[in-house]
T-cell receptor
Framework: DSGVTQTPKHLITATGQRVTLRCSPR?????VYWYQQSLDQGLQFLIQ???????AKGNILERFSAQQFPDLHSELNLSSLELGDSALYFC????????????FGQGTRLTVV | AQSVTQLGSHVSVSEGALVLLRCNYS??????LFWYVQYPNQGLQLLLK??????LVKGINGFEAEFKKSETSFHLTKPSAHMSDAAEYFC????????????FGTGTRLLVSP
């Protein structure tokens, strides 16, 4: 158990819908990362937050947004869902958001039908 | 842009045999390199990382990797495979900023037979 908690574990939704994925980082970690793992694209970095502020951005679609709240949990919002958004979404957390190891959660498996 | 290439989507070994998983990187700056393991229905776990210190890096579970700049390689090895090593292994690279914005390879599934 990495200490990073992601909910829900599984999510099935229809095209065009909006979903929110939640991540609770390890106790004491200030930074949260989001990654997408799909058959087509492999593992891709989406976005990183550090202590509530966006720190780095990757290949995140405009239909996707994220935020990190004052209690340091993070949410990834996916809207206008398409079949191609079906993937495993991982959250990771680290202490300083740079040089310390990022620990990964078990992921949320999103299926868009 | 940085990238990594993992040769072989599947590698099969017998229990007790040498494990060799290949990774080549492309980077315009001195890279940080990582190997992660993913067990079924689990998140990724860091095996080891190279951050420009020693070129031979030892990790958890008996794995090690050697950074070879001349070959732009960072292959993962283990002298003797265990059944419990069966998993998917990912090589990753980042800019010289540590764990930020990791760029992952496509992964290699290690199969271990008795």
């Amino acid at each position: 158990d990495s200490g990073v908690t992601q909910t829900p574990k599984h999510l099935i939704t229809a095209t065009g819908q909006r979903v929110t994925l939640r991540c609770s980082p390890r106790s004491g970690d200030l930074s949260v990362y989001w990654y997408q793992q799909s058959l087509d694209q492999g593992l891709q970095f989406l976005i990183q937050y550090y202590n509530g502020e966006e720190r780095a951005k990757g290949n995140i679609l405009e239909r996707f947004s994220a935020q990190q709240f004052p209690d340091l949990h993070s949410e990834l919002n996916l809207s206008s869902l398409e079949l191609g958004d079906s993937a495993l979404y991982f959250c990771a957390s680290s202490v300083d958001g740079k040089n310390t190891e990022a620990f990964f959660g078990q992921g949320t498996r999103l299926t868009v039908v | 842009a940085q990238s990594v290439t993992q040769l072989g989507s599947h590698v099969s070994v017998s229990e007790g045999a040498l494990v060799l998983l290949r990774c080549n990187y492309s980077s315009s700056v001195p890279p940080y390199l990582f190997w992660y393991v993913q067990y079924p229905n689990q998140g990724l776990q860091l095996l080891l990382k190279y951050t420009s210190a020693a070129t031979l890096v030892k990790g958890i579970n008996g794995f090690e990797a050697e950074f070879k700049k001349s070959e732009t390689s960072f292959h993962l090895t283990k002298p003797s495979a265990h059944m419990s090593d069966a998993a998917e292994y990912f090589c990753a690279v980042s800019e010289n900023t540590g764990f930020q914005k990791l760029v992952f390879g496509t992964g290699t599934r290690l199969l271990v037979s008795p």
